[in-house]
């Protein structure tokens, strides 16, 4: 049987169009400034002006399509809404893909902790801040609404405070900026990387900013670093003051802020907790950094490291190895990981579409002009519904005057379209007013109603007047914006996180060895110079070379292992070790104290103490009277801090100041020719170091008595020294007969 022959294969459909792509292949050439014109500036000024950068209201266009979606689907009163249901809703304003929606959305709500002043709240796993791998759930699984603090958001957002534009395909309707009643662009930190400029705005406390701007509407000048300590951490953590960094960022909008991890030692498991760290880190990144540094030997003392988060929060434990000193390996740590990290501020905010860099002066400035303008807009607003509404009112008391005439009107027109026209020629009345009274129900046409209506008038007459005035008056739209803010302040402020550390440790200062101990002979002068001499070298030396006018007042023996306390003539205390000083010669000068230890501008030290193991007593005499006695431990610090603020009170003028071992007695004198033998054991003494002491000797304010001197008491210094002791404080002491300076009482 013969075999059948294949058919062939259908050959494929062509179609008959014919594609064309304009310059296809073809290689044009132009010039640098012209492609970077035309092709990368529009895309860099998007990403600039539409994304990145946040606004004056605090937030980015991103944030602002998401909370303005929530409200408007009624999310700041009722119930939580699926996620994924927000998200979906927010692109019809915001054409990005759903995850990028949802992550926006992830760091605005409370359960994620970025945020200081969270605006979402939510349910379910929002994944944490602080976490690199503890990522939110999928938005199917969460919920969320508005936090109360939204009313702040949009409480205004109806009366026409702010412009509303076409969406992004101009189908919809989104406000350009939130009319928000409180800085918030300094309450919360916002982060952005636009293309060639970038944002990192710290946060502060909710409360201190509320304060300062409040103080900046009453004086434009007052000074932000009284109401404004610090920055606040949604983390905690403890912020390291440094008085000029701050200042720099309040001024310019650049600085930094070094933050540090809060610990606690457990010391029956033998183990320490860290329960807050920087912002700039996450739990991942800090153990990953130390079993670096443990694998490389390093650091020894750590035995395990693990992570022990749950929902009580965060908590990194590292369990110690035997002897380990915990506060040490701390110090170790806090240098060589995240632990103690920089926040780098770049305060880059959008004003009206251009990008600057303010420091926070600015940035309240700018706010406190933006507010400004959406209190009149809103009073303007409220003032043309109310003069609308008096209108109509007042046309409505015209037909109250003839009833049965308006009634006649309607009734005996023929044509619907002219019952209007002839109201308005009936009694004189508007358009509008005319529309208004035709409108009204027949049951409505009696006395009583109308009376009702138009008593309004007079109250509208005195609100509309208000509201003119308030509009003609600068000083009554802020004192609206102070109201508006202390109930901010009141409802919505809550305590610190970052505690202040305001005694700074050196910086990045390596662990030291133990300096070789040898005897040594210090010597300090009133001019505030310094030398440390051997005992060999002294023996063999001359006459003591010192600058013209000055003279020895300190002269101490003692080991190079001891630590020196400089006090200063403001209230400041600088520390050292003797080993820290070269070894000199009485023929040279020594080392001028305030150049060597890095005093401020103008400080004078005025007293050494010397001391081996912090043990006894500084104590403090002042003009007015008062004695402070303070634990010298009260000066020892766990780190190398080189520079300690408030060493003592400085309400009153000081005296005298001196280091004791052990209670002892004074020998004070007043102008008044008084004399007192004071025994320190009298005085309690103190921890903390501003102390104000006690009233030690009783002044006498209207003879202008003050304290003159104060001396250690020795044996024979005085006759009769019972007569100036006393069994109480404070004492008016003994009065002397020949003068407090020359009597013969006195034998120094």
């Not at 692109?91 to 995850?99: R, V």
């Not at 293309?195 to 932000?224: H, K, Q, W």
């Not at 750590?302 to 110090?331: H, N, V, Y």
């Not at 304010?701 to 007569?723: D, F, I, Q, S, T």
Request: hydrophobic share 35%.
């Amino acid at each position: 049987m013969p075999r059948k022959k294949k058919a062939d294969a259908p050959s494929p459909r062509r179609s008959g169009a014919r594609g064309h792509i304009e310059n296809g292949g073809v290689v044009i050439q132009q010039p640098i400034v012209s492609t970077l014109r035309e092709n990368y500036m529009p895309y860099a000024m998007s990403v600039i002006v539409s994304r990145a950068i946040p606004e004056i209201d605090g937030f980015k266009p991103s944030h602002r399509k998401i909370l303005y979606t929530m409200y408007e689907m009624g999310l700041l009163n009722g119930d939580k809404r699926k996620s994924a249901d927000i998200v979906g809703q927010t692109m019809a304003l915001n054409p990005h893909g759903d995850q990028a929606i949802y992550e926006t959305m992830v760091r605005l709500t409370r359960g994620n902790g970025a945020l200081l002043v969270p605006y979402v709240d939510s349910k379910g796993n929002f994944g944490k801040a602080y976490s690199r791998d503890m990522s939110a759930a999928a938005s199917r699984y969460t919920e969320a609404k508005l936090e109360k603090i939204c009313k702040e958001l949009f409480g205004e957002i109806d009366r026409d405070t702010v412009d509303l534009v076409d969406n992004y395909n101009g189908q919809m309707k989104e406000p350009v900026l939130l009319p928000v009643t409180f800085p918030s662009i300094l309450t919360n930190a916002n982060t952005g990387i636009a293309v060639g400029m970038a944002s990192n705005i710290c946060p502060f406390n909710l409360a201190e900013v509320c304060e300062t701007a409040i103080a900046r509407l009453r004086d434009p000048n007052a000074p932000i670093s009284e109401t404004l300590k610090a920055p606040d951490f949604p983390g905690g953590g403890f912020i390291l003051y440094d008085r000029n960094e701050l200042e720099k960022i309040y001024a310019t909008g650049r600085g930094s802020v070094r933050v540090r991890s809060r610990y606690a030692y457990d010391k029956q498991s033998h183990c320490i907790d860290i329960t807050e760290i920087p912002p700039t880190t996450t739990v991942e990144a800090i153990m990953d950094k130390t079993v670096e540094l443990v694998k490389a030997g390093k650091i020894r003392e750590i035995a395990d490291i693990r992570d022990e988060t749950d929902l009580s929060g965060l908590k990194l434990t590292i369990d110690l190895k035997r002897g380990a000193d915990p506060d040490k390996l701390m110090q170790k740590l806090f240098r060589m990981t995240p632990l103690e990290d920089s926040f780098s501020c770049n305060f880059n905010v959008l004003i009206t579409g251009s990008p600057r860099v303010l420091g926070v002066d600015g940035l309240l400035e700018e706010w406190t002009a933006f507010r400004r303008e959406c209190v009149r807009r809103g009073i303007y607003f409220e003032l043309q519904k109310k003069k609308e509404k008096l209108h109509l009112l007042k046309g409505l008391q015209k037909i109250l005057m003839d009833i049965d005439k308006a009634i006649a009107i309607v009734r005996e027109t023929e044509e619907e379209k002219e019952v209007v026209p002839n109201l308005m020629i009936g009694f004189g009345i508007s358009q509008v007013q005319a529309e208004f009274v035709a409108e009204i129900k027949l049951r409505h046409l009696n006395r009583e109603y109308i009376l009702n209506r138009t008593k309004e008038i007079e109250s509208l007459l005195e609100e509309i007047a208000g509201m003119e005035e308030t509009l003609q008056s600068p000083k009554k739209v802020d004192a609206l914006i102070i109201a508006q803010l202390r109930e901010v302040a009141k409802n919505y402020g809550q305590p610190r996180r970052s505690q202040i550390l305001y005694d700074l440790p050196d910086p990045g200062r390596e662990e030291e060895e133990e300096a070789p101990a040898y005897p040594v002979t210090l010597f300090f002068t009133r001019e505030g110079y310094f030398k440390k001499i051997i005992p060999q070298s002294l023996r063999m030396s001359g006459e003591q070379k010192l600058k013209e006018g000055d003279e020895i007042v300190q002269t101490v023996e003692t080991t190079t292992r001891a630590h020196l306390l400089f006090f200063t003539d403001k209230g400041q205390v600088y520390k050292s070790r003797a080993g820290e000083f070269d070894d000199t010669k009485a023929s040279v000068l020594g080392d001028y104290i305030p150049t060597k230890l890095g005093m401020d501008p103008g400080e004078l030290p005025i007293y050494m103490a010397v001391t081996m193991d912090y043990k006894g007593y500084m104590v403090f005499a002042f003009e007015n009277g008062k004695l402070a006695k303070v634990d010298l431990g009260s000066y020892e610090t766990k780190t190398n801090r080189k520079k300690l603020m408030g060493a003592y009170s400085t309400k009153s003028p000081l005296v005298y100041l001196a280091a004791i071992p052990e209670d002892t007695e004074l020998l004070c004198a007043t102008t008044a020719s008084r004399m007192l033998l004071v025994n320190t054991a009298m005085v309690a003494s103190k921890a903390a170091r501003d102390t104000q002491g006690v009233q030690a000797l009783t002044m006498n304010a209207k003879r202008l008595v003050r304290l003159l001197w104060v001396r250690p008491y020795a044996e024979g210094m005085v006759e009769n020294p019972h007569r100036l002791r006393t069994k109480s404080l404070p004492a008016a002491g003994a009065l002397v007969k020949d003068g407090v300076e020359q009597g013969e009482q006195l034998q120094l």
